[in-house]
């Protein structure tokens, strides 16, 4: 017999909710516990996901394995080629190794829990249970309510209760031990399960030789790495998170976006480990670097639950319906300039550039370009959140969607639509001296930090010609005023 964990986005064996119960079971039964990992190729294109994201998970799974082996706990890798075939396959799993007890982390998207509550009736009904379990939030979706039993549609009173719940249980941040080690006899009993390999990236999401080197480099994986980067970040920067976060020249964030995508680490530990520097345990008091970082974790959480509660955003509807009717353009030349970071605009093809170089973009840039796609080239924002997940290393599909909703104002408490950014003024304050432009846009390098935002406007034309850099692909105030029109007439006629 044996107890067994089912790893999803949840790749690290430290603070990690299910695989402690499943530990403490495995004790109480005194049987060893098991754990595996199945690849989806058929997920991976209904995800989305990107092929840099697809490399990151499966090199981390060659860490958790070594980490799990040390505990003598073995770690089973298979590859299931239909999606529809990954419950009864786990079943059968199970019934090789003779296991009744399986353990998961519950994902919320609507497909996941679909299936996941399918696979809990089935395996009652035959004599094998299945633990779902809250893990990937801080506070798990269904916790907050306002004050007439409604779910939240808005951040900051979401957000002061999201605190005041923490404040109430502050168990919630009460990080979970590392699975204890295998009884003797377990390495015998499962030697094949330790022996096994992890399979390589189904075809289409392989990566070439020269992006493997590039990006396995840019992005190490595993859970030491998660913890050793919040600790860095902890000690040396997030104390200037609240001046630095908005200026994409400089590094001021934590790039731990990838790790809490995969699960690499939680966000428990993410908040936790950041309260512990403040002077005070409130979540709202004590420096402002930390509360702010804290805040921004936070929305990481406010787009799960709003997942949870409106799960018809996983279906590629707005969260406001009314805004259902807006006549977007599918211009696929507008498009693949803003795919390949050529619009004219520096501050946008510097940002998509980073995009498709690195698998990543800062946060200020994701809103200026997805303001651009959706309001200046009035494109389908739906097309865009295709791309960033078929792009972002970090990809996942809350954060995305709702990151996309708030920027094309069709979210959950969006920017409202008539604020439409101004991607040039958005280029001089948060890149003034034009840092990040330079980083990206290269052949703009030697512009002045005047002309760099907009060479063809400010005098440096016959430059930005000569070095091959397109002038600008729509003129901002018209764009803005069609826009304005669109989702004006759009929302009139929802
Ligand atoms: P930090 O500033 O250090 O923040 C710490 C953590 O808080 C982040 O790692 C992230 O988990 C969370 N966080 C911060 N800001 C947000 C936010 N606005 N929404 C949700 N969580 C946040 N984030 C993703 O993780 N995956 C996505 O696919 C994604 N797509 C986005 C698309 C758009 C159009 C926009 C505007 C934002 C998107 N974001 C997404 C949110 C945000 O841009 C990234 O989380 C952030 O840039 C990651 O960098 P960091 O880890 O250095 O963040």
């Known amino acids: 017999d044996a107890v067994v964990h089912w790893f999803k986005m949840d790749l690290r064996h430290t603070d990690n909710r299910s695989l402690a119960l499943a530990s403490a079971k495995a004790k109480e039964a005194g049987v060893p516990l098991v754990c595996m990992y199945i690849v989806s190729p058929q997920d991976f294109e209904a995800h989305l996901t990107s092929p840099v994201r697809v490399d990151f998970m499966l090199r981390t799974l060659s860490v958790l394995k070594q980490d799990l082996a040390a505990l003598d706990i073995p770690l089973y890798v298979e590859t299931v080629d239909k999606r529809k075939d990954i419950p009864r396959r786990i079943f059968e799993i199970m019934e090789e190794w003779g296991s009744n007890h399986l353990f998961a982390n519950i994902e919320y998207e609507v497909d996941e829990l679909r299936r996941e509550a399918q696979m809990v009736r089935h395996f009652a009904e035959n004599n094998k249970s299945f633990e779902v379990v809250h893990d990937t939030c801080v506070v798990p979706p269904g916790e907050l309510h306002t004050g007439s039993g409604k779910q939240y549609a808005v951040y900051s009173p979401w957000y002061r209760a999201w605190m005041a719940h923490i404040h109430e249980n502050l168990d919630l941040l009460e990080l979970f031990d590392r699975p204890e080690r295998n009884p003797d006899g377990a390495r015998q009993k499962f030697q094949k399960l330790f022996d096994c390999s992890i399979p390589d990236a189904p075809e289409n999401k392989r990566l070439s030789d020269a992006e493997k080197k590039s990006l396995r480099a840019l992005w ?248 091959g850099y397109p002038k600008q692909i729509v003129e901002h105030k018209g764009a803005r005023d069609r826009a304005l029109s669109a989702y004006k007439e759009g929302i009139e006629s929802g």
């Open 220 to 467: 190490p994986c595993g859970e030491h790495e998660a913890m050793a980067r919040l600790e860095k970040y902890c000690d040396e920067a997030i104390g200037d998170y609240h001046n630095k976060r908005n200026i994409p020249g400089d590094d001021g964030t934590s790039r731990l976006s990838v790790h809490l995508a995969s699960g690499t680490i939680s966000s428990r530990t993410c908040v936790r480990t950041a309260r512990d520097r403040n002077k005070t345990k409130k979540l709202d008091g004590g420096h402002q670097g930390i509360q702010v970082w804290i805040s921004e974790v936070a929305w990481r959480d406010f787009y799960k639950h709003v997942l949870v509660h409106w799960p018809y955003v996983c279906m590629n509807k707005p969260f406001k319906p009314e805004y259902s009717n807006i006549q977007w353009s599918y211009d696929r030349d507008h498009f693949a300039a803003w795919c390949e970071g050529r619009t004219g605009f520096p501050i946008v093809d510097a940002a998509m550039r980073q995009l498709n170089h690195m698998g990543y973009m800062h946060n200020r840039c994701r809103m200026i370009v997805a303001s651009f796609l959706s309001k200046d080239l009035l494109i389908d924002w739906r097309m865009g959140e295709r791309y960033f997940m078929e792009h972002l290393i970090d990809g996942d599909f809350a954060s995305n969607n709702g990151g996309w909703g708030f920027s094309a104002s069709v979210g959950v408490d969006p920017q409202p639509y008539f604020r439409i950014f101004n991607p040039l003024l958005q280029s001089e304050k948060f890149d003034p001296n034009g840092d990040y432009i330079r980083k990206w846009v290269p052949e703009l390098a030697g512009l002045s930090d005047k002309e760099i935002h907009d060479p063809y406007n400010r005098g440096a034309g016959t430059k930005a010609k000569k070095v």
